[in-house]
């Protein structure tokens, strides 16, 4: 029942930079797997990053150097820093958390939050 809540889109020329924020519920967030997702219009949701419980870190390649994932487990937020934006990274941005692992995990999506580059 617990929800994840994104803010920080918006309209940005290419080479521009945000910061993407989620928050989500205190007693979740600190033994939770966090990540960003996007999906552009036309397309399939994709996996940009990720950052662990244990904070380990991934990213899709084509962000690498451009992204960087970060969380702060005392505010129960999770962010995404966005950097040298291209058309390309225009899409709808996506929270995710797990927690466990297998059949037994559980999974919350937030609503999404609009990225549009363009000049």
């Known amino acids: 029942q617990v929800r994840l809540v994104e803010s920080g889109g918006g309209l940005v020329q290419p080479g521009g930079s945000l910061r993407l924020s989620c928050a989500a519920d205190?007693?979740?967030?600190?033994?939770?797997?966090m990540a960003w997702y996007r999906q552009a219009p036309g397309k399939q949701r994709e996996l940009v990053a990720v950052i662990t419980s244990g904070g380990q870190i991934t990213y899709k390649d084509s962000v690498k150097g451009r992204f960087a994932i970060s969380r702060d487990n005392a505010k129960s937020t999770v962010y995404l820093q966005i950097n040298s934006l291209k058309p390309e990274d225009t899409a709808v941005y996506f929270c995710h958390g797990q927690r466990g692992t297998g059949s037994s995990a559980i999974h919350y999506w937030g609503q999404g939050t609009q990225v549009t580059v363009s000049s």
């Open positions: 205190s007693i979740i967030f600190s033994g939770s797997d």
